[in-house]
Structure formats: structure tokens, C-alpha cells
Nanobody
């Protein structure tokens, strides 16, 4: 089954850093733009970053611009989301997907919880 698998979530204090990874399982990420998204319970899923298939172009939501960086290593079939200066409002379940729109068919990962304590 083709899917993406996120890892690296957990609990961190405000101001701290965390790196999320998104690995293709039975799915080759090369050739696809990959998006990172997050969702808080009861709210709509938010697209926060996008990286082009070759990694040369990135785009970020205003809410995380300057603090988060997405990158990829196609040799490792992995996309990363480096998160710095985390804030309590960054607390959410984080997902990666093939595609950068919230309506993308994916595949999607199962999500990883990120909790930022104040």
C-alpha cells in the first residue's frame, strides 16, 4: 500500500525546535511536490508549506514563515519540516501529503502530534 509516514513529533517547550520527517512507504516522493499540513481538533486542516519535486522552490504560510523550513532528500525518499521558535499555537497534528493543496488526493500520512507547552 502506497503511503507516507510522518515521524518526529512530540512535546517541546515554547521556543524550542523539532524536526519532522515524511518518508514514502511503497511510494516514491521524487517527482511530486510535497506539502505539510496541520490540524487542530475542531478546525480545518491548514496547509503550511510546500516544496517542489526537485526541492528548488518552497512556499510557506504566513503563520510559520521565518520559523519553519521544509527540505527534501530524494535519495532517502524523505521530506523534512524543521520547526524553530515553536509557539503554543503551533500545537496540532502535522501531516504530509503528495501535493500542496488541502484537497490533494495524496497519498497522505497518518499524522504526528506536536505539542508545544508554554
Amino acid at each position: 500500500q502506497s503511503q507516507l509516514v510522518e515521524s518526529g513529533g512530540g512535546l517541546v517547550h515554547a521556543g524550542g525546535s523539532m524536526r519532522l520527517s515524511c518518508v514514502g512507504s511503497g511510494f516514491t516522493l521524487d517527482g511530486y511536490a510535497i506539502g505539510w499540513f496541520r490540524q487542530v481538533a475542531g478546525k480545518e486542516r491548514e496547509g503550511i508549506s510546500c516544496i517542489s519535486s526537485g526541492g528548488g522552490t518552497t512556499d510557506y504560510a504566513d503563520s510559520i514563515k521565518g520559523r519553519f523550513t521544509t527540505s527534501r532528500d530524494n535519495r532517502k525518499n524523505t521530506v523534512y519540516l524543521q520547526m524553530n521558535n515553536l509557539k503554543p499555537e503551533d500545537t496540532a497534528v502535522y501531516y504530509c501529503a503528495a501535493g500542496c493543496r488541502t484537497t490533494t488526493m495524496g497519498p497522505w500520512g497518518q499524522g504526528t502530534q506536536v505539542t508545544v507547552s508554554s
